[in-house]
């Protein structure tokens, strides 16, 4: 996998990033988001495939990026299907810092080092640059304006921002409801991106130990995401009980 393409983990951690307060939007749910972004990359490289509500690897060579590759072998050494809400539910420690490492490195995000009430040390990440951040939120407002079918990954990336709550964040007050409700409605139009936004969903609402129950052909169930916002200083990452570290608050002060 060529390295001069973002991964839609990447899109989606840049778009949760908000350029005027420097914070990350919905650092919980974003948890669960980035382990699905993960799965929809995977599959958009050809290494897995749904099955049912399920993920079965069907390719075992590496993609070349060291975090999806991990993903990819923990899955194949699964040995079978594994259930899409039992995959993003499970523990994924150190994952976002992984991802803000890596766009560190990259220079697309920049660290600043602080305090948290005068004594807990923190680091924020900074949007270095702002053009991919637009070019990326391009993509999706082009996608609701025309309501043209968009690309798998600009249709995989929009049900997981909906999955995960960004829509109050990208399209915020009574002025972005019909917005809201086209990006959720984008959640149809790649299969694969709408089955790992609606484990997401489940997973946020509780939901992830009983099966989903399949719905009608052409029936496309849409789901409201059930997310919160917090912040917490870097290296003392907080768990949910699904066992994901809340998100640093991103951004210089």
């Known amino acids: 996998m060529g390295r001069s393409r973002r991964t839609i983990p990447e899109e989606l951690?840049?778009?949760?990033?908000?350029?005027?307060?420097?914070?990350?939007?919905?650092?919980?749910?974003?948890?669960?988001?980035?382990?699905?972004?993960?799965?929809?990359?995977?599959?958009?490289?050809?290494?897995?495939?749904?099955?049912?509500?399920?993920?079965?690897?069907?390719?075992?060579?590496?993609?070349?990026?060291?975090?999806?590759?991990?993903?990819?072998?923990?899955?194949?050494?699964?040995?079978?299907?594994?259930?899409?809400?039992?995959?993003?539910?499970?523990?994924?420690?150190?994952?976002?810092?992984?991802?803000?490492?890596?766009?560190?490195?990259?220079?697309?995000?920049?660290?600043?080092?602080?305090?948290?009430?005068?004594?807990?040390?923190?680091?924020?990440?900074?949007?270095?640059?702002?053009?991919?951040?637009?070019?990326?939120?391009?993509r999706l407002d082009n996608a609701i304006r025309t309501g043209v079918p968009p690309d798998p990954r600009t249709a995989a990336l929009a049900a997981l921002a909906h999955a995960v709550g960004l829509g109050k964040h990208l399209y915020p007050g009574n002025e972005g409801r019909s917005s809201r409700s086209r990006l959720r409605d984008l959640i149809r139009h790649d299969p694969m991106g709408g089955l790992v936004a609606h484990a997401v969903m489940d997973v946020q609402n509780g939901a992830a130990a009983q099966p989903r129950r399949p719905q009608p052909a052409g029936a496309a169930a849409v789901r409201q995401p059930a997310a919160r916002a917090t912040a917490e200083p870097a290296g003392a990452p907080g768990q949910s009980r699904h066992g994901h570290g809340r998100m640093a608050r991103v951004g210089a002060r």
Do not use: F
Request: proline share 6%; charged share 20%; net charge positive.
């Open 13 to 138: 951690l840049l778009l949760a990033l908000d350029p005027t307060t420097g914070t990350t939007a919905q650092p919980q749910s974003l948890d669960l988001g980035l382990a699905g972004a993960q799965l929809v990359e995977l599959a958009l490289a050809g290494r897995i495939a749904p099955d049912g509500d399920r993920i079965a690897v069907v390719m075992a060579r590496p993609t070349g990026d060291p975090t999806l590759d991990s993903a990819l072998e923990l899955l194949r050494r699964r040995g079978s299907p594994v259930r899409a809400v039992h995959w993003i539910g499970g523990p994924r420690l150190g994952l976002r810092q992984t991802y803000l490492t890596h766009l560190e490195r990259c220079g697309m995000v920049h660290a600043v080092a602080g305090q948290m009430c005068g004594v807990l040390p923190t680091t924020r990440y900074q949007a270095t640059e702002t053009a991919i951040s637009r070019e990326i939120r391009a």
